[in-house]
């Protein structure tokens, strides 16, 4: 893995992704281009190390709402399990679901999810049922059938490009990051498998081709990326996981409510959905982020709310890592999945902030903190601020995993 891929910053306008903040990074900066994107609330900027970010156009106060907006795209999560196309219901081997047209499974045929426009569009089912992949499932496997749901978000990304050419030119002028994740073999062969040939060897959909993407692009790259990749990469960079209030009962309509009161399970904790905003992509990671947001359950509208008072020209942000984790953590899936290296305030802190979040009761003494000498490196050796007893890293690790395997 090429780390120092991995720390490249894109500079240009069009392609560039929001990454952590640090005063440093506020240099030479300037307004990108992007001010159709602007708002009473917000403006983009762009920096040669950050790329274009959110900032805000006035002071706005705590609990004020920065944004609202409806999704461009919405599907399932990667790795998520066999569910309906429509509502997002997670569906099993027992449950009594039933096929679409198309051959996917669906939980009814009057699900209300069916034909909407963040479900299962009749342009989704009609391509589907023209292609190959309903031949290919194997119903009586669920956890070899899940795959198929991988490409799913992907194949919606790339149908908009004949439905909505707009929608899709906004989603492929997002960061897909393909230089650094070609050179992370595990995640593009996976996208190979999983996504690219499922889509176009296994369903035969081969209108999807590597070319295609110059003709709509706005800054092409020097080389031919695959159009596939791309579109996995944007999702993977730029999605905000949606539906986490979601409840069966908000997309029935009332006469089944009675069913399920009777017959459901706790469907809604199951559902992972991913989805692609116009422009809330554009705030940038702090692990101390100044908003918070949350999705309508019906048709996954996205409000962006100030979760502390943010001054004019103050970068509005949000945490791309669980916010609870430690820094070592939040560092390594920053890396991993966003593709840099945080070294934001609180990752700079080996206290976060006051938080001690990743400290731990020191084994030796029972009194002290044990803390990082060096939050940014992840090679750094641990101390007790007691009796300033040095921990060295395999000796951390050993602990860490041991006090992991004790809560599982
Ligand atoms: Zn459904
Ligand atoms: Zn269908
Ligand atoms: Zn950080
Ligand atoms: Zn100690």
């Not at 290919?136 to 795959?147: A, I, P, Q, R, S």
């Not at 393909?178 to 190979?192: K, V």
Request: a negative charge; charged letters at 25%; hydrophobic letters at 30%.
């Amino acid at each position: 893995m090429n780390k120092n891929h991995r720390k490249k910053r894109h500079s240009k306008c069009s392609k560039s992704r929001s990454q952590s903040v640090t005063s440093e990074r506020f240099d030479n900066d300037s307004n990108c281009g992007q001010n159709e994107l602007s708002t009473s609330t917000f403006y983009i900027k762009t920096s040669k190390v950050m790329g274009r970010y959110m900032v805000a156009s006035r002071d706005l106060t705590a609990g004020s709402i920065i944004l609202t907006e409806l999704p461009l795209a919405v599907g399932p999560c990667n790795g998520s399990k066999v569910q309906c196309l429509g509502c997002y219901q997670t569906l099993d081997e027992t449950y009594l679901y039933t096929k679409c047209n198309c051959g996917w499974p669906v939980c009814s045929t009057t699900c209300p999810g069916i034909g909407h426009a963040f479900g299962h569009t009749e342009e989704e089912c009609a391509v589907l049922k023209d292609s190959r992949s309903s031949q290919t499932f194997d119903y009586k496997d669920f956890d070899n059938f899940k795959e198929n749901y991988n490409a799913i978000a992907p194949l919606r990304c790339l149908l908009l490009k004949a439905m909505d050419s707009k929608k899709y030119e906004k989603i492929l002028s997002m960061e897909n990051h393909n230089e650094i994740r070609r050179n992370i073999p595990e995640l593009w062969n996976l996208n190979q498998t999983t996504v690219v040939d499922k889509i176009r060897k296994d369903w035969g959909l081969v209108e999807f081709s590597e070319d295609e993407i110059h003709s709509v692009c706005v800054e092409p790259e020097p080389n031919h990326e695959d159009e596939i990749h791309s579109v996995c990469g944007i999702l993977e960079v730029n999605c905000f996981e949606v539906g986490h209030n979601i409840s069966i009962r908000g997309l029935y309509p009332s006469a089944f409510l009675g069913i399920l009161e009777v017959n459901c399970f706790e469907v809604g904790h199951n559902i992972s959905i991913r989805g692609l905003y116009p422009s809330a992509f554009l705030m940038s990671h702090d692990c101390v982020p100044n908003t918070n947001h949350s999705d309508e359950e019906n048709n996954f509208k996205l409000t962006v709310r100030a979760s502390t008072d943010i001054h004019t020209n103050q970068p509005i942000t949000l945490s791309y890592a669980y916010t609870l984790q430690g820094t070592l953590r939040r560092r390594e899936h920053l890396l991993e999945n966003k593709f840099f290296e945080c070294r934001c305030k609180r990752c700079s802190d080996p206290a976060e902030l006051g938080t001690y979040t990743s400290a731990l009761i020191c084994p030796k003494c029972n009194i002290g903190l044990v803390l990082s000498l060096n939050p940014l490196d992840n090679d750094s050796s641990w101390s007790c601020n007691n009796k300033y007893q040095r921990i060295d890293l395999p000796e951390m690790q050993h602990w860490f995993s041991s006090i992991i395997k004790s809560i599982r």
